[in-house]
């Protein structure tokens, strides 16, 4: 059976449940201005590759995959941590003492709708690490921009 692209834009149960092999990050949505430039492109897309479990055969293949599905989340959460500081700039308290477990409860219910394996109880451990982690670097950013430093 081939290879499929997984959608993120579509429920979990509607997806194949395989490992990625591996991740492509592309721009897309570039617009022309009446000079005729290129502005900066409005969104990037992130392909994932990913094989039927049915066709990882030896360790190495099923490792690689894991390695593709590492690949993909780490781009992923990149992003998404810096798209979380953009919403930390714009909301009225940000950093920890902003967070909104309600919009938090709806996170991990909708990932939970796409990743059912997992379950709510699981993803909600996961998505507290990743928020938690993306809000150290918001406040590191904000302090490094006061400080006029750039300290990772």
Same mark, same amino acid.
């Given at each position: 059976?081939?290879?499929?692209?997984?959608?993120?834009?579509?429920?979990?149960?509607?997806?194949?449940?395989?490992? /990625?092999?591996? !991740?492509? !990050?592309?721009?897309? *949505? $570039?617009?022309?201005?009446?000079? *005729?430039?290129?502005? !900066? =492109?409005?969104?990037?897309? @992130?392909? %994932?590759?990913?094989?039927?479990?049915?066709?990882? #055969?030896?360790?190495?293949?099923?490792?690689?995959?894991?390695?593709?599905?590492?690949a993909a989340l780490a781009a992923l959460l990149e992003r998404r941590t810096a798209v979380a500081g953009v919403v930390q700039r714009l909301k009225p308290v940000g950093g920890f003492a902003g967070r909104c477990p309600d919009?938090?409860?709806?996170? %991990? !219910? /909708?990932? /939970?709708?796409?990743?059912?394996? @997992? *379950? =709510?109880?699981?993803?909600?451990?996961?998505?507290? /690490?990743?928020?938690? $982690?993306?809000?150290?670097? #918001?406040?590191?950013?904000?302090?490094? %921009?006061?400080? *006029? #430093?750039?300290?990772?």
């Amino acid at each position: 059976m081939p290879d499929q692209t997984l959608d993120t834009q579509t429920p979990r149960s509607q997806t194949p449940r395989t490992a /990625a092999l591996h !991740a492509e !990050a592309r721009d897309t *949505g $570039a617009r022309h201005t009446e000079a *005729g430039r290129d502005e !900066a =492109p409005q969104h990037e897309e @992130l392909r %994932v590759v990913i094989p039927r479990l049915e066709a990882l #055969s030896t360790v190495e293949e099923a490792r690689a995959a894991i390695d593709g599905i590492d690949a993909a989340l780490a781009a992923l959460l990149e992003r998404r941590t810096a798209v979380a500081g953009v919403v930390q700039r714009l909301k009225p308290v940000g950093g920890f003492a902003g967070r909104c477990p309600d919009r938090e409860r709806q996170i %991990v !219910a /909708a990932m /939970a709708e796409r990743a059912p394996t @997992l *379950g =709510p109880e699981r993803l909600a451990r996961i998505m507290n /690490a990743v928020i938690e $982690a993306g809000l150290e670097v #918001s406040e590191r950013d904000r302090k490094n %921009v006061q400080d *006029g #430093s750039q300290d990772r």
